[in-house]
């Protein structure tokens, strides 16, 4: 069921045409009076109940906001114009914003993709596009946009790890903009047929669980050693590759390859260590 619009008027105008069929209707009640002609009397009193039958009709729609009507319970459009405006009195009708609104899910335990637990939850706005579609094809859009909310969320984070041990491989925590659109898009397939549009979805809180928290921290710092050391090896490497260098070109010394051995030996102990080091002077050879 898609939407439509209905039978509406502007209200101002039939206003008037109120205000002279009652004041129709009084002048066949006085001429009555003075004449007394039953006939023009209840033509008079018919008048003034079709009148006051007539300004049920009336109603106001406010900016972003459309009203739903039925008749005899059979959709009769919806109605968009803001002010005052008349329809058919026996239209029942219910009011539905369009104004864009936004709820924050409540923070959901889920498995990511490598089965860890993960606390995770999402800031989603949205609003109604089609209100026959949002009154008429689910019982309570409002409810039925927050449960498929938080369902769209845990299918989109049991889809990623919460961190990606491979560069290429997106994962919660380093792609938010990928991540952001996959919940968008998951979240509008639910929604769609309900007359909503999801504008944006965002995560607003992504954690591990407590009772994996502390482990996954110690991986986190083990893993920040691990590249840190890493990266120092490499820098010291080059600093002994280019001091073996100079050496050697300059001439300042013949070191044979047990003395480059130990020379190297020393420098990667200098400037991989985590405290300064003490010099120990040789005062002999190394051979003896």
């Given amino acids: 069921m898609n939407e439509r619009t209905g039978f509406s008027i502007a209200g101002i105008p039939f ?3 109120c205000l002279l069929l009652a004041a129709l209707g009084l002048v066949l009640e006085l001429s009555a009076a003075s004449t007394g002609q039953a006939g023009l009397l209840a033509l008079g ?22 009203l739903v009507m039925q008749l005899f319970g059979k959709y009769a459009g919806t109605v968009r114009h803001e002010g005052l405006r008349w329809t058919n009195p026996f239209y029942s009708r219910r009011r539905v914003s369009l104004r864009v609104r936004n709820f924050e899910s409540g923070k959901l335990k889920v498995n990511d993709n490598d089965g860890n637990p993960i606390e995770i939850a999402a800031v989603v706005v949205w609003q109604v596009v089609d209100t026959a579609e949002a009154v008429f094809c689910v019982d309570d859009y409002e409810n039925f946009v927050h449960i498929q909310s938080e369902s769209a969320l845990r299918q ?3 889809s990623y ?20 659109n996959h919940l968008r898009d998951e979240i509008q397939a639910r929604l769609g047929k ?11 809180h992504l954690a591990y669980a407590q009772e994996i928290a502390q482990a996954m921290l110690q991986r986190q710092q083990a ?17 002994v590759a280019m001091a073996l260098d100079k050496l050697r070109a300059q001439g300042v010394v013949e070191l044979d390859e047990e003395r480059k051995a130990a020379m190297v030996s020393n420098l990667l102990v200098v400037l991989c260590g985590e405290r300064g080091t003490q010099p120990v002077l040789n005062t002999g050879t190394l051979y003896n």
């Fill in 194 to 204: 309900a007359g909503v549009q999801v504008t944006e979805a965002r995560i607003s």
């Fill in 161 to 180: 790890p919460y961190d990606a041990h491979d560069d290429g491989k997106p994962s919660l925590r380093s792609h938010g903009e990928d991540i952001n």
């Fill in 15 to 17: 206003i008037f045409v």
């Fill in 45 to 66: 009193i018919v008048i003034h109940v079709f009148t006051v039958w007539l300004t049920k009709g009336f109603f106001q729609v406010a900016p972003n906001e459309g």
């Fill in 156 to 158: 989109m984070a049991q």
């Fill in 223 to 239: 893993s920040a050693i691990i590249a840190a050391r890493e990266r120092i090896v490499q820098g010291a490497v080059g600093i």
